[in-house]
T-cell receptor, first 117, second 104 residues
Framework: DTGVSQDPRHKITKRGQNVTFRCDPI?????LYWYRQTLGQGPEFLTY????????KSRLLSDRFSAERPKGSFSTLEIQRTEQGDSAMYLC???????????????FGSGTRLTVV | QQPVQSPQAVILREGEDAVINCSSS?????VHWYRQKHGEAPVFLMI?????EQKGHEKISASFNEKKQQSSLYLTASQLSYSGTYFC?????FGTGTRLTIIP
């Protein structure tokens, strides 16, 4: 297993353009999370899926943001009409829904760094 | 509201011990601990599920008191590799972070 993969690693886009990021979780993990992190801050929760169902969305997630996980495997996060304030690292993480006493935990991808110019 | 951590930053000499505290104003049913090195993604350390539970990971251990909505992370005999920013929290809310610097 190669862990959680995110693509692209870096994205520079002009304000107003749409961007889409992809996350491939660990194959046996049924939960997938998206976070946003800006410099010097901790990750902020955006949304999460259990299998293909999007179970929760943060109030931070404006209507310009949409996420999908159509087959319960990879996920995409789309930002429409990007703004300079969207510049951040977008992190994806996956986990098992029920971990019991184990330390299986959460595995993060390396992130996609978005710069809106 | 995100959990609050203390201290915000700490500098240790290699081999010294440290405690990082995490306090939440909302009920916590579990606590996660992560470490993030500069320029890298967070790395999951452990999750604590029950009140009073303690867990260990190498020389890093943690306790969780769900009644007090508090958790603490204990680092003993710190190593240079322990440097980074530590976050407590849940899967939906990371704490304010504690920057740990270990010097030789």
């Amino acid at each position: 297993d190669t862990g959680v993969s995110q693509d692209p690693r870096h994205k520079i886009t002009k304000r107003g353009q749409n961007v889409t990021f992809r996350c491939d979780p660990i194959s046996e993990h049924n939960r997938l999370y998206w976070y946003r992190q800006t410099l010097g801050q901790g990750p902020e929760f955006l949304t999460y899926f259990q299998n293909e169902a999007q179970l929760e969305k943060s109030r931070l997630l404006s209507d310009r943001f949409s996420a999908e996980r159509p087959k319960g495997s990879f996920s995409t996060l789309e930002i429409q009409r990007t703004e300079q304030g969207d510049s951040a690292m977008y992190l994806c993480a996956s986990s098992l829904a029920s971990m019991g006493q184990g330390n299986y935990g959460y595995t993060f991808g390396s992130g996609t760094r978005l710069t809106v110019v | 509201q995100q959990p609050v951590q203390s201290p915000q930053a700490v500098i240790l000499r290699e081999g010294e011990d440290a405690v990082i505290n995490c306090s939440s104003s909302k009920a916590l049913y579990s606590v996660h601990w992560y470490r993030q090195k500069h320029g890298e993604a967070p790395v999951f350390l452990m999750i604590l599920l029950k009140g009073g539970e303690q867990k260990g990971h190498e020389k890093i251990s943690a306790s969780f008191n769900e009644k007090k909505q508090q958790s603490s992370l204990y680092l003993t005999a710190s190593q240079l590799s322990y440097s980074g920013t530590y976050f407590c929290g849940t899967d939906k809310a990371f704490g304010t972070g504690t920057r740990l610097t270990i010097i030789p």
